[in-house]
């Protein structure tokens, strides 16, 4: 209940803090409460009198004008509201409970009510409010209340008299008596009827006030709060009491109420009530606010925006002193202390007995002591500990009087005052002074010495490893090249073509007499590899040469030279040994027997478009020439690898989508396209040496192929971006990879699959990379023009890693058009080289 | 399952913490984290991944070890700090409030920050200690030669803290004078280098080498922070005291040397100091304190002792040093209160009063450099610097201030040497020598004696004389090489035997070594530049081409005309066809040479190309720092080549 009321009350200030201080109560509970409040002040009025030499406060004023409709002679009513109401409540309750018992019905409760309410109203104005404060200010005894008791009457003394001892005295009667009061909720303690002797506190009924449901204003519906229109289709608008039906008063049609409205003449100033089913007229009041609540006004006429301000605490004669205390300073805050007194004493005793001798310098260390003794042990030595450098001696430059190789030219000395500070490598010029006598001051001591100390706290330390090894002791231990000999040194043989044109192919016959060479000119030349001299020609009228291969097979000679979109297989019948070129007629021409110049596919599977491949024989003219079969293939074959037993030979074409690998057979004069889909674009191709295994090299990476088992066997990550050219060790487990970007990388197959070795040494791309046959050799071909000669010796033992030595540099070709040798070719069974290059040349290297 | 790392909660992002990190962590303000950074030797890193050290971010940062902060956490002078800072609000709002006696007793309990701990924590060793001497001396150095206000309206220099610093060199160099340790000098454009030999932590001798600039007064440039420098120093002047202490105490003696009260009254800042016994101090006065009264008690009683142990100098010599002391004299100087302005800026004094009570020195005089000798010290050289050397070797000074003139006064005829900075001309020489036989030379001499350890021929010192280059003898191997330097000193070392055995034909000696040498390169050039001993032209030509008839008796013309018998003309034609003809052959061999070094070149760059890329990289940057100094020595070489050429070219002209 206490925590109710407050609540109520505080929600009471909110609402009149709104509303400002002119209420509009409902009429009729506004003169009851006026009655009820006459009637208590008449009990006051002595009271009120007894306390008038306390002074008018301008609570009382602003209550005047607050309660204006309440009543004029209201004035006193707060002056003590804390003692009246505590005391008329005690005192009515005394009677009310001796005399009517339990019947004291509304009046009662009602007049509670106008007493709380007032009790509430001063009390939450301000809580602690200024006639509280002079209250407690005058609170001496010469003004207390007792001293007035004498013109109170006997009654009213004798009922005092009960209240007190009825009621436990309050501790909180003082000053904040009534806040508490508010607080804990205003009950009346009443006699227990069920404990002897005891009390029992009695709160008074709450009223909730204006606008609630409880409020006293009669309300005819009977039916209750609910919404009517559930009744809307009925003849009744509810029930009463006794459960009959409440019929709907009788209403006209629209045309009766119509003309009821044009008749009325307050029609306008009638609304419908909708719970009471009749229009009600409303008041001139109602409408007034129905009007201000239009001009967005306060709906409260009484209500005064532009009140003057009333000065609580400022101006003349209203300040208030802090604290607001009242106690009286206490005794201690004039009388020394005891307790310090007697520890002052203690200390006074200590000094005259010379415990303590006040101000003795203290104890200090000596400035300077023994720091260091000979058991010192330095720190152990710490990665993250890092002294700063010692400066650097000074040397010669820096003599007052070096030799003379020391001053600068006037050059120099132009430089060093050019650079900047930060760049020049010693901080002063040299200067050579005659005589010690003549040297002045140097001028930027203190700055060098506050460069120095900034260094010291500012600059980073890292630390940074001086090797201190000799440059040579770097370069690898390998044997010297002499020891490795034979390999080819010098260009012996040139074997020069007609009008410069690239020789883009070369190749040497496997019995070591011929080199063929394909040039842009679109003929395949045959020289004699001893003395350079061109022994036949083929010319195949069908752009440049790509290619020219020697199948490796010894017993036969034939040749296969690359065009665009044909491959040609030719034998140069004339030069060779009849038993030779009987040999690799038959082997040729075989097939022509049986399938009369027609094209076959092999027995791969078909794929799509290999109808465009064809085996066509020449014409008779050609035949005798020597061109035995023509391929007829899609796209430009760029490179010819032979199968070492010369009977299938690969065929590579960028440009001719997924039948760019080819194998052919030349005793069926077969195709087949081995692989379905390609992994990308294959740059060349390589049989195993030994096993049915085939290379394929796209531009990053080199994959192996089981031809036999159609399955990928590895994966070779090259580490380069464009592979130009590969070769496979005739051991068949290592392989070297050359590459447009410069690099060449030596794959060991049983190591790993990324590169053993990668090497850069050319300074431009690399054309060709050739294993030897037999030999330990290898060589690479540059666009820098060079070709470089290794050794190489593979191992056996798998633990060894392949030994590679830089053997020789062979300088000859010239660039043209940034292009320098373009096809490199070992002659078999000699330490010999045979290179082309965009120069039109092909040369013999000899060891 | 391993531990799942997680990132930036190890490696270098906890290594390391930027400074404001290292700010926040300790609550200060950057000045005194600057402070505590200069004075505990706390420096910045240089992650080797600044952005994995800064977390990501690749701001440009400073950072720190992320350890060094942390042990700053519990630094004493962190708690030092705060508590001046309390002090320095409490004076300041009493001094507001004008409570004087507060304020009085507040100054009194002054908290003072102490950095001996500091000195202990930085070098935990002596030896450490001494090998980090060398900033330390210079700064203190530099120091004791700056005004109060280095740069006016800027930080002052309190002059208390001058004179401490003077204090502190002067008593490094009475300690250096008193054990002969001084090693090298070096006069350089910047100043003049020292270098001592100190005993370390169990014996080991450590170098310390250090720089005074020339007595001029310094430039200061306006943006030199002197609170840094000045914290530097504080540290500074704490480790040298305590070095001091520690070199003193080991030489038996009392630290800090009393100052004799009444020299200082005389205006004498460093020669006031007297080397005291500990003994002896001890005896007076058990607290440490001596009082004026004890010194002079103790050096009469040193000097006695001194005089008694002296066996090398004779009768007359000990008068005259007695003499010495009764009229020692000092540089004038201004009077004191100006020289609170200008303590930076005096000169120094004489040493005679700094050893006049040193006892028997800890190494024995004889083997010292100068000890026969006697210097006079001319007016216009320095004697803060040439005192020092000299008395440092052994050798006694007279410096202008007792003897106006080298002929004045009684010790004229104990003056072995006069050093002088001017030009003068023989008959003066000879004048003001009247009879006595002194060798005059330019201060040069000293430092190259010191250098070399030995005594060097005055030839080319005297005054007036051009002087031979002054070189630094820290020059190291890698240096310019210089033939003549080297045949100097292999004819000095010779010498030196000869030397040994008469003490009194030194200077001659010298000097005829001198002109021996002189003829010797003379000699070797002449060597040098024909290559073989001298033909007559025709002849040469003749053993040029053997086999041509007309040269052949053009040369026989010439051997007649020249008189040279026909046997012996015969014999040199021989020698010189011969010479001629290995001549030749050297050259081939050269050209064979240079083709084979071609040859291996091109070998060596094949086997370069199987390196692997690192040490390529590692390889091409070790022969660029090779090709770069050989270049250097190169230029200085030809420059060298070309001087001389043109020198003897102006000779012969």
């Given at each position: ?12 200030v ?64 707060e ?43 001063s ?8 006639s ?28 005092k008299?009960?209240a007190?001892?009825?009621v436990k ?56 709060n ?10 009744h ?27 009325d ?30 001009r ?27 604290p607001?205390s ?79 190789e ?5 050059q120099e ?7 900047d500070?930060?760049?020049?490598k ?31 706290y500012l ?114 019948l ?29 027995a791969?599977?078909?794929?799509k478009?290999?109808?465009a ?27 010819v ?19 760019s ?77 050359g ?10 197959m ?48 798998l ?26 070719r ?5 330490p ?16 | ?7 930036g ?54 950072f ?9 956490l ?36 002054k ?14 060793t ?22 109060t ?20 060199i ?56 002197f609170?840094?420098?000045?914290t ?13 202490f520690k ?6 003696l ?24 500990k003994?002896?101090?001890e005896?007076?006065?058990?607290t ?26 004779g ?33 120094l ?11 028997t ?5 004889q083997s010292?450099l ?7 010290l001319?007016?216009e ?21 007792s ?26 020489m ?33 005054p007036?004389?051009l002087l ?21 000193n ?48 025709a ?12 040269l ?13 018998s ?13 010479a001629?003809a290995?001549?030749v ?27 692997s ?12 720092s ?7 020595k ?5 420059k ?7 020198k ?6």
């Amino acid at each position: 209940m206490a925590s109710r009321n407050a609540t109520a009350s505080s929600s009471r200030v909110a609402s009149r803090a709104a509303a400002g201080p002119s209420r509009v109560p409902p009429s009729t509970k506004t003169k009851k409460r006026a009655v009820e409040e006459i009637s208590v002040e008449d009990d006051e009025d002595e009271f009120g009198a007894a306390g008038s030499g306390i002074d008018m406060s301008d609570d009382d004023e602003e209550e005047e004008q607050v309660e204006g409709e309440g009543g004029e002679d209201d004035q006193e009513e707060e002056e003590f509201p804390e003692f009246d109401s505590e005391l008329e409540d005690g005192e009515e309750d005394l009677v009310a409970g001796e005399g009517e018992d339990a019947s004291d019905g509304d009046d009662e409760s009602d007049s509670a009510y106008g007493e709380e309410e007032d009790d509430e109203e001063s009390g939450s104005e301000s809580g602690y409010n200024s006639s509280d404060i002079e209250a407690m200010y005058d609170s001496s005894p010469a003004t207390s209340p007792s001293s007035s008791h004498k013109e109170l009457s006997t009654d009213e003394k004798l009922s005092k008299m009960i209240a007190k001892h009825s009621v436990k005295p309050d501790e909180t009667l003082g000053s904040d008596a009534k806040i508490s009061g508010a607080k804990e909720g205003v009950g009346r303690l009443v006699p227990s009827k069920l404990v002897e002797g005891g009390y029992k506190r009695e709160y008074e009924e709450y009223e909730a006030g204006y606008g609630s449901e409880s409020s006293t204003e009669d309300n005819p519906n009977t039916v209750g709060n609910i919404p009517m229109e559930w009744y809307d289709d009925l003849p009744h608008i509810g029930y009463d009491v006794n459960g009959r039906k409440i019929f709907r008063p009788a209403q006209g049609d629209e045309l009766d109420k119509f003309l009821a409205n044009v008749e009325d003449p307050n029609a306008w100033m009638s609304a419908e009530d909708k719970l009471m089913q009749q229009s009600v007229q409303l008041t001139d009041k109602e409408l007034d606010i129905i009007r201000r609540l239009e001009r967005a006004e306060n709906p409260d006429a009484d209500y005064d925006p532009y009140q003057p301000t009333i000065e609580w605490f400022t101006g003349e004669g209203k300040e208030r002193v802090m604290p607001l205390s009242a106690a009286p300073e206490p005794k201690r805050r004039f009388v020394p202390s005891k307790w310090e007194h007697k520890k002052v004493m203690k200390i006074v005793k200590a000094i005259r007995e010379g415990r303590i001798i006040p101000n003795k310098p203290s104890a200090a260390k000596p400035t300077v002591y023994a720091i260091w003794s000979d058991a010192d042990q330095a720190n152990a030595p710490h990665a993250m500990y890092m002294p700063a450098p010692q400066l650097p001696p000074p040397k010669t430059a820096e003599s007052y009087n070096p030799p003379e190789e020391y001053l600068p030219t006037e050059q120099e000395k132009e430089e060093w005052e050019n650079m900047d500070k930060e760049d020049r490598k010693t901080d002063f010029l040299p200067q050579k002074y005659d005589a010690l006598r003549l040297v002045p001051g140097y001028k930027n001591l203190v700055q060098e010495k506050f460069e120095r100390c900034l260094d010291l706290y500012l600059a980073p330390r890292t630390r940074k490893v001086k090797l201190n090894i000799d440059p040579e002791s770097l370069i690898p231990k390998l044997p010297a090249p002499k020891e490795l000999k034979p390999f080819p040194i010098a260009c012996s043989v040139q074997y020069r073509h007609p009008g410069d044109t690239r020789v883009r192919a070369t190749s040497v016959s496997p019995d070591a007499t011929f080199v063929a060479s394909g040039s842009e000119d679109g003929v395949v030349r045959l020289w004699d590899l001893g003395n350079g001299r061109e022994v036949w020609r083929w010319d195949l009228k069908s752009g440049p040469i790509q290619y020219v291969e020697w199948s490796p097979y010894k017993d036969e000679a034939l040749l296969v030279a690359l065009v665009e979109g044909k491959v040609v297989v030719m034998s140069p019948l004339a030069l060779v040994a009849p038993t030779v070129a009987a040999a690799t007629l038959t082997h040729v021409n075989t097939a022509f027997a049986s399938s009369a110049a027609t094209t076959k596919m092999g027995a791969g599977k078909e794929v799509k478009g290999t109808e465009a491949i064809k085996w066509v024989r020449p014409s008779e003219k050609e035949r005798e020439r020597g061109v035995l079969v023509y391929v007829e293939v899609p796209g430009t074959p760029k490179q010819v690898a032979w199968h070492r037993k010369g009977d299938y030979f690969a065929t590579v074409a960028a440009d001719a989508s997924n039948k760019s690998v080819l194998i052919h057979q030349l005793s069926k004069h077969a195709t087949q396209s081995p692989f379905r889909k390609l992994p990308g674009a294959v740059q060349r191709v390589a049989f195993h040496p030994t096993k049915p295994h085939f290379f394929a090299a796209t531009q990053r990476y080199i994959r192996l192929y089981d031809l036999a088992g159609q399955t990928l066997l590895r994966t070779l990550q090259s580490g380069v971006k464009w592979i130009s050219s590969m070769d496979v060790h005739p051991g068949g487990d290592n392989l070297i990879v050359g590459s447009y970007d410069k690099k060449l990388a030596w794959f060991d197959m049983d190591l790993s699959a990324k590169p053993y070795k990668t090497l850069r040494y050319h300074t431009r791309a690399l054309r060709s990379v050739v294993y030897h046959p037999t030999l330990p050799l290898f060589a690479s071909a540059s666009d820098d023009g060079t070709i470089h000669i290794f050794h190489c010796t593979v191992y056996t033992d798998l633990m060894q890693n392949p030994l590679i030595v830089p053997l020789k540099i062979l300088r000859g070709h010239r660039i043209t058009d940034g292009i320098g040798v373009l096809d490199l070719r070992w002659v078999a069974g000699k330490p010999w080289l045979v290179s082309s290059g965009a120069d039109g040349e092909v040369r013999l290297w000899c060891s | 399952m391993a531990k799942i790392k997680r990132k930036g909660e190890s490696g270098a992002a906890k290594n390391y913490v930027t400074r404001n990190q290292a700010l926040k962590k300790l609550q200060i303000s950057l000045s005194d984290f600057r402070r505590l950074c200069i004075l505990k030797g706390i420096y910045p890193r240089e992650p080797l991944n600044k952005k994995r050290a800064n977390k990501g971010s690749s701001a440009p940062a400073t950072f720190y070890y992320h350890k060094d902060i942390q042990y700053l956490l519990h630094e004493p002078l962190l708690v030092k700090f705060r508590e001046h800072k309390a002090f320095a609000k409490k004076l300041a709002r009493a001094l507001g409030r004008g409570e004087w006696a507060l304020a009085k007793n507040l100054e009194e309990a002054k908290p003072v920050a102490r950095l001996d701990h500091l000195v202990k924590e930085r070098y935990p060793t002596f030896t450490l200690a001494l090998q980090d001497l060398q900033d330390p001396l210079n700064l203190v150095h530099l120091f004791s030669t700056l005004p109060t206000n280095p740069i006016p309206g800027k930080t002052l220099v309190p002059s208390a803290v001058i004179a401490e610093c003077s204090r502190l060199i002067s008593e490094w160099k009475v300690w250096a004078i008193r054990t002969h340790s001084l090693k090298k000098v070096f006069l350089g454009i910047k100043g003049v280098y020292y270098e001592c030999d100190v005993p370390g932590q169990g014996g080991e001798n450590v170098r310390v080498r250090w720089l005074e600039g020339y007595e001029f007064q310094q430039h200061v440039p306006t943006d030199v922070d002197f609170r840094i420098l000045l914290t530097f120093l504080d540290l500074y002047r704490t480790l040298i005291n305590f070095v001091l202490f520690k070199l003193y105490t080991e030489e038996n003696l009392v630290y800090p040397p009393p100052l004799d009260e009444e020299l200082d009254e005389r205006g004498e800042s460093v020669g006031a100091f007297r080397l005291v016994e500990k003994k002896a101090a001890e005896g007076v006065d058990g607290t440490g304190q001596v009082s004026k009264k004890a010194v002079r008690k103790a050096i009469k009683g040193i000097k006695a002792s001194g005089a008694d142990a002296d066996v090398e100098m004779g009768e007359d010599e000990d008068e005259a040093a007695q003499d010495e002391d009764a009229e020692e004299d000092f540089v004038e100087r201004p009077s004191k209160a100006d020289e609170v302005e200008d303590v930076a800026t005096a000169p120094l004094t004489t040493y005679n009063s700094l050893l006049a009570t040193s006892s028997t020195p800890s190494t024995s005089r004889q083997s010292l450099l100068f000890s026969p000798y006697t210097f006079y010290l001319s007016r216009e050289t320095s004697s803060r610097t040439w005192e020092f050397v000299i008395r440092a070797m052994g050798g006694k000074v007279i410096t202008s201030l007792s003897a106006p003139s080298p002929s004045d006064g009684a010790t004229a005829d104990s003056i072995t040497h006069v050093i002088i900075d001017r030009p003068m001309t023989a008959e003066r020489m000879r004048e003001m020598e009247s009879g006595r036989k002194w060798t005059w030379i330019q201060p040069q001499w000293i430092a190259d004696c010191v250098n070399r350890q030995k005594i060097i021929s005055s030839e080319g010192y005297g005054p007036g004389q051009l002087l031979p280059p002054h070189l630094s003898p820290w020059d190291g191997e890698g240096e310019v090489y210089r033939p003549w330097l080297e045949e100097e000193n292999k004819q000095a070392a010779e010498g030196a035997e000869a030397e040994e055995e008469e003490d009194d034909t030194i200077e001659r000696d010298a000097v005829d070594e001198d002109e021996s040498e002189d003829e010797e390169e003379e000699a070797d050039e002449d060597e040098t530049a024909a290559g073989e001993p001298s033909y007559p032209p025709a002849l040469l030509a003749s053993a040029l081409d053997p086999e041509n008839a007309s040269l052949l008796h053009a040369a026989e013309l010439e051997a007649e005309t020249n008189g040279t018998s026909h046997a012996d003309f015969r014999a040199q034609l021989k020698e010189a066809t011969k010479a001629n003809a290995s001549k030749v052959k050297s050259n081939a061999a050269g050209v064979a040479g240079t083709n084979k070094k071609k040859a291996n070149g091109g070998e060596e760059d094949l086997r370069k190309i199987m390196m692997s890329n690192k040490k390529a990289k590692l390889y091409e940057k070790m022969q660029y720092s090779n090709r770069e100094r050989a270049a250097e020595k190169e230029k200085l070489e030809k420059k060298r080549v070309a001087i001389e050429k043109r020198k003897r070219k102006e000779a012969r002209s």
